[in-house]
């Protein structure tokens, strides 16, 4: 394949798990949900050879690409290095200060929030969604693909199988919401699984800051063995916790918690109170 200079482009590199996404009405699809505006600044991860990156151009938005991966920095330098609106950070993503990115690069003209847009590695999904999470008030809005049973997970209702510690830990802070499903046929090489693209949004009110170091712990113990109870998953609980704030039990019946329901049963809202009742017996 070549591209627009008659030069052969860059292939699809297992090692950092490239799949290009070359289907237009896709592309089409994942800007249309986005809806740039003139004018704002768009944070993208994993532009590749830019097939997103240029619809975002040319519907006027300004782009901050964040890209590691050698070639694909020089192809993108080479497709859009005479755009003033486009801005190349050569750096790994899971490494990056996105505050950084977007104060370097200037907020949105129209005062709104800055926005991100990702098609991602599967192996670095993970990684990556807890990033995000992590700095999550530098955006308004994502739009991202991952995995198909990444998507699943995360917007996962309470009581289905798929919930887990990364659906707690997501609703906690961001609202999710599955946009549309991505066959294999879209990209280049054609994975073996599906994709979907989801917006998450973050929530005006999550846990406290200082209190996200125990709602990991509460999430992660809980679904350690997702076919137990939340009790015996809870007697797991690290000491520095029991001994603080009481037994698996104890814990359970101040948060007015049966013991014997699991893990992927429990709402946000139990999951948010039972981590405030144990903030709130600290004080």
């Known amino acids: 394949m070549k591209n627009a200079a008659g030069k052969q482009a860059p292939f699809a590199k297992k090692s950092f798990g490239q799949n290009f996404l070359v289907d237009d009405g896709i592309v089409s ?18 532009p590749g050879r830019g097939a997103l990156t240029e619809k975002l151009l040319a519907a006027g938005a300004r782009v901050a690409a964040v890209e590691l991966e050698r070639e694909m920095i020089e192809v993108l330098k080479g497709r859009f290095s005479g755009s003033p609106d486009f801005a190349l950070i ?34 670095i999904s993970t990684a ?12 308004g809005e994502m739009i991202l693909m991952f995995q198909r049973e990444v998507v699943d997970r995360i917007t ?23 946009l549309f499903e991505v066959p294999p046929s879209a990209f280049r090489p054609a994975p073996k699984v599906w994709s979907a693209v989801v917006r998450l949004i973050p929530r005006e009110t999550a ?26 998953n809870f007697r797991a609980l690290p ?7 009481g037994s698996a039990r104890e814990i359970l019946d101040r948060a007015g918690l049966d013991p014997a329901r699991r893990a ?8 948010i109170n039972l981590l405030e009742i144990i903030a709130a017996s600290a004080r």
């Open 29 to 46: 699809r994942i800007v249309g949900a986005l809806d740039p505006r003139p004018g704002e600044l768009i944070v993208e991860i994993g």
């Open 90 to 123: 050569a750096a790994d993503a899971l490494k990056v200060n996105f505050a950084e990115i977007v104060e370097e690069n200037g907020t949105d003209e129209n005062g709104a929030p800055v926005r991100l847009v990702a098609n991602l590695p599967y192996y």
């Open 128 to 139: 990556i969604l807890q990033k995000l999470i992590a700095e999550r008030a530098v955006f």
């Open 156 to 178: 996962a209702p309470p009581g289905d199988s798929e919930r887990g510690f990364l659906t707690v830990l997501t609703e906690a802070y961001l609202k999710t919401g599955k």
């Open 207 to 232: 846990p406290d800051p200082e209190a996200e170091k125990l709602f990991r712990t509460l999430a992660s113990v809980g679904f350690a063995r997702k076919r137990k109870t939340i009790l015996n």
């Open 239 to 245: 000491p520095e916790i029991t001994d603080k704030f």
């Open 264 to 271: 992927e049963t429990l709402t946000r809202d139990e999951w």
